[in-house]
């Protein structure tokens, strides 16, 4: 469209330019028409002179200046407007609004609250939860879990069947006692693969073995160690319930035997009294309940409600999984792992933890999520034998293994 207006303009110009130049010469007088003579062979010379129309060629012009301004302005307002993506142009596509708009923020996953009671005071035997927490293992999952120390060691498994908690540490053989008591506990997470609990006497006193325990005062630290493995080893004995007298004594294990108020102390935690009391010049027997009859069992389990299990399941599992990560992490940086733990938790940077800590991470269970089955059933089977429970339970009722598929 450019290259035809400006042909017609400049063949205009031209024409317009040749016409003022005609206009400046001069121009001779016309001769008489009587001295004009035609020449013999020639026809006379016409008089009838054709003029260019000098209005409508400058009308013309005009018409064709008008429309080069106003394809000129046109191009000085396109070189003018915006540019960029968002501004529709003859040179460039439409784009879509919803295309221009900047992109709407990712929302961050929803993230599951999970409160977790210890069974006592902070230990190296909780170095798993420690160590997950502190390397953002649950955080990484979506979990934000709040680990609390109980008032008392028996409160956990109370709160946990009143859905005040979800989840609870404990040991084995309380889980075994609560479920024969028709509490919906059931085991979802093995922490430590060992027994951790003994029977601490003092080393001055009579009591050598469990046959000489009747007639003795023996503290206890919680309802399993009296009513299970207390209660075991007097049955194994043939000592009856009457002839020893029991204490609840709870956190103050150390005291009562240093004090002298009891003759021992069931269920305490072998890798850590012991060494305390010596500390204090106090010397002690450490009977370990597996060499004394009572079967091979968990150390330390994680337990939920098993009225609430199905919402809590895919949870579950990714805790378990940080658990699990977290444990394998410990195996390969033990020393790594203990300056973490006393880092988070000043308190348990105490000589005795730091003496116990090989001792309680060789027993961590590295395959958290695990089940054996045959261990729980040969437990269940003693518990029943022993007169300690009322009826046996299948293992699915006691302990899960929280990654199978539901049955």
């Known amino acids: 469209m450019i290259t035809s207006v400006f042909r017609r303009s400049l063949c205009w110009s031209l024409l317009l330019s040749a016409t003022a130049l005609l206009a400046t010469l001069p121009v001779a007088a016309d001769p008489p028409a009587a ?3 035609p020449q013999e062979g020639y026809p006379p010379l016409g008089t009838e002179v054709m003029v ?32 960029g993506p968002s501004v529709d142009t ?35 035997r909780h170095a798993a939860l420690f160590v997950a927490r502190e390397r953002g293992l649950f955080a990484s999952r979506g979990l934000e879990v709040t680990l609390a120390t109980p008032a008392d060691p028996d409160v956990p498994s109370k709160l ?41 006497v003092r080393e001055d006193g009579a ?34 319930d009457d002839e020893i007298e029991t204490v609840a004594l709870h956190f103050r294990l150390d005291d009562a035997l240093r004090e002298g108020r009891v ?11 012991p060494r305390q009391l010596a500390d204090e010049g106090l010397a002690t027997r450490v009977m370990r309940v597996e060499e004394l009859g009572i079967p091979l069992h968990d150390g330390l389990v994680l337990l939920a409600n098993r009225d609430h299990l199905a919402p809590q399941r895919d949870a579950i599992r990714r805790l378990v999984a940080a658990i699990e990560t977290a444990t394998a992490w410990i195996a390969n940086h033990p020393d790594e792992a203990w300056t973490l733990i006393a880092n988070a ?13 090989e001792m309680v991470r060789s027993r961590l269970s590295l ?12 437990f269940e089977d003693y518990l029943f034998e022993a007169g300690l429970i009322r009826e046996r339970h299948p293992v699915s009722r006691l302990a899960i293994d929280p990654g199978a598929p539901p049955r």
Not at 212 to 230: K, M, Y
């Open 367 to 378: 395959s958290p999520a695990a089940l054996d089955q045959g261990r729980y059933r040969r």
């Open 160 to 200: 946990l069947a009143a859905s005040r908690i979800e989840l609870a540490v404990a040991r084995q053989p309380l889980l075994h006692l609560e479920v024969d008591r028709g509490i919906p506990l059931v085991r979802i997470a093995t922490l430590v693969a060992m027994p951790l609990s003994a029977l601490v």
């Open 35 to 37: 001295a004009v003579e």
């Open 263 to 273: 003759d021992g102390v069931i269920g305490a935690m072998r890798h850590l009294l």
């Open 207 to 240: 009591i050598e073995t469990p046959a000489q325990l009747a007639g003795s005062r023996i503290g206890h630290a919680n309802i399993d160690s009296r009513d299970v493995l207390l209660a075991a080893l007097l049955r194994g004995a043939a000592i009856r």
């Open 345 to 357: 938790e000043p308190a348990l940077n105490t000589a005795v933890n730091r003496e116990a800590w």
């Open 52 to 83: 260019p129309d000098l209005k409508a060629l400058a009308d013309e012009a005009a018409r064709a200046a008008a429309e080069a301004a106003a394809w000129a302005e046109t191009r000085r307002r396109y070189r003018e407007a915006p540019t």
């Open 90 to 124: 003859p040179s460039r596509p439409s784009v879509p609004a919803i295309a221009l708009r900047p992109a709407e923020p990712i929302e961050p996953p929803p993230v599951t609250s999970l409160r977790i009671m210890l069974d006592g005071y902070p230990s190296p």
